[in-house]
């Protein structure tokens, strides 16, 4: 998402020990089976740890006891900041208590029409439930099962529907035309709504193909185009037509051959040429594929059920997949409130009303559910109990990966001495982290920070550019800053 890449972090084991050199091992000892971690010192002043970072801009931390509640340090942790995909969490929460820990999406092919002799006399819906990880392979299936069910050419139209969520074009309006992570969001939603483009140089020229591939399909889309443009820059266009997506890239930028994914703006026209394609390699021939504003109704010839919910959160927080948590808000806002959001906002804006109910977070004025749109603001001091509180009630901690802590080679740290489950969130010149800390001594932590130099943000945010000038830099500067934050608070209070 909106984040420059990583990058080599300062050892934390000069951190432990002041930066002198570890005792020597003589040679003929065995390795042992984890890294040594050499012994503790005084935890460092959170005021170097900061001047050090120098990142500019706000800061705010909050760090709790999970048993008491108790804050045990803060800095402007009532500073409302944009919490970047930390936001994530929160939404993983309200969709657990909305929908369920069980709760599917379901996709399905129906129709009002009958079957027989190979034809299907009637229309044919593919019909989304807003599951975000729908994929080609999924289709796959489906269209296997449709075959199966006998049909083999229909004598009606092929409607897609996505009514199951509202349309969203894309989750914030300040990315790059061509960035991925920037998701259109609907009730069918296929590949995360990404198409796949590729290129080779053939001679002067290049040949481009737009697919929607899986490990085993490569379905060829007309619905998104490609030309090669003779420019510098910028990288990329993009134009929005009636029912296609019109792309130009410029030469310059392409070398002999690769490839990447960009966003799709007709989801539902996307995820109907994929199926139609893959129809037609089970011998299945639709029509071109139309899109319905109606609820389909009538009889279900094949269904695809996504992973529980509970498989589906642990993903999206493992790899903050933006559209995974959108249509996970958006579900969870339509079945509160028993009609659908009329927008992304007022759905974020119901989620936000919901945790200023269910936790007290009086500060929370989120704009959406990935955290990807940086109007979205929350106090650390917020955020951190919201952390505590969900990790006593034993419904978010077990969702949360183990946090890794590096040395200065960017090698993680088999035994760093602490264990950290928690969630990243980085925009550009936006860097949060919240979640929990178990300390040497067994004492368990709950914490949330973020830095945030906006005004730098504001100066690349739109830009049509993968990596801002200084970006990955200080993202860099920002994840060892929060490593050395963690070994304090672990020191300090174990």
Request: glycine letters at 12%.
């Amino acid at each position: 998402m909106d984040k420059g890449p990583g990058g080599d972090r300062r050892s934390v084991l000069r951190l432990l020990v002041g930066g002198g050199a570890l005792c020597a091992v003589p040679a003929c000892a065995e390795a042992p089976e984890r890294s040594l971690r050499p012994q503790q010192r005084p935890a460092q002043p959170a005021d170097r740890i900061v001047s050090r970072a120098g990142l500019g801009g706000d800061l705010s931390y909050a760090v709790m006891d999970m048993a008491s509640g108790n804050l045990l340090e803060g800095r402007g942790g009532n500073t409302p900041l944009p919490p970047a995909s930390v936001a994530k969490t929160l939404t993983g929460l309200y969709a657990l208590e909305i929908l369920g820990g069980a709760y599917q999406f379901r996709t399905r092919l129906m129709t009002t029409g009958t079957v027989a002799d190979g034809v299907l006399r009637g229309d044919l819906v593919l019909a989304g439930g807003g599951d975000p990880l729908l994929d080609t392979d999924n289709l796959a299936r489906m269209a296997a099962d449709l075959r199966s069910a006998g049909v083999q050419r229909i004598d009606g139209r092929f409607h897609v529907w996505g009514g199951a969520l509202p349309f969203v074009e894309q989750i914030a309006n300040d990315q790059a035309v061509q960035a991925g992570y920037n998701a259109t969001v609907s009730g069918l939603n296929l590949n995360f709504n990404r198409v796949h483009f590729g290129w080779t140089r053939a001679g002067s020229d290049y040949t481009v193909t737009m697919d929607g591939r899986s490990d085993r399909h490569r379905p060829a889309v007309q619905m998104a185009r490609m030309q090669v443009a003779n420019r510098a820059s910028p990288l990329y266009t993009y134009t929005r037509g009636q029912s296609q997506d019109v792309w130009t890239v410029a030469r310059g930028a392409l070398g002999n051959n690769g490839s990447r994914w960009l966003p799709v703006r007709h989801p539902e026209l996307y995820a109907g040429e994929v199926f139609r394609a893959l129809g037609a390699a089970q011998g299945v021939t639709l029509p071109a594929p139309q899109v319905t504003q109606s609820p389909p109704g009538g009889q279900v010839l094949a269904e695809h059920r996504s992973k529980v919910l509970t498989e589906v959160l642990r993903d999206a927080l493992r790899f903050s997949t933006n559209i995974t948590a959108e249509a996970i808000g958006l579900m969870a806002s339509s079945v509160q409130a028993g009609t659908s959001p009329r927008s992304l906002a007022a759905s974020a804006g119901q989620m936000s009303d919901w945790a200023r109910a269910r936790y007290g977070m009086s500060s929370a004025r989120l704009v959406d559910h990935s955290g990807l749109g940086a109007a979205s603001r929350v106090s650390m001091i917020d955020l951190c109990n919201m952390f505590r509180r969900a990790g006593q009630e034993g419904v978010l901690r077990g969702l949360l990966r183990e946090h890794p802590l590096r040395d200065g080679n960017g090698n993680i740290l088999s035994n760093p001495g602490i264990d950290v489950r928690a969630k990243t969130g980085t925009l550009y010149f936006v860097s949060a982290l919240g979640g929990y800390v178990a300390a040497p001594g067994g004492r368990d932590l709950a914490f949330a920070m973020c830095s945030a130099d906006l005004t730098r943000r504001s100066s690349v945010a739109g830009g049509q550019t993968d990596r801002p000038d200084g970006t990955a830099a200080w993202a860099r500067n920002a994840r060892n800053m929060q490593q050395d934050l963690l070994f304090r608070w672990a020191q300090a209070h174990s």
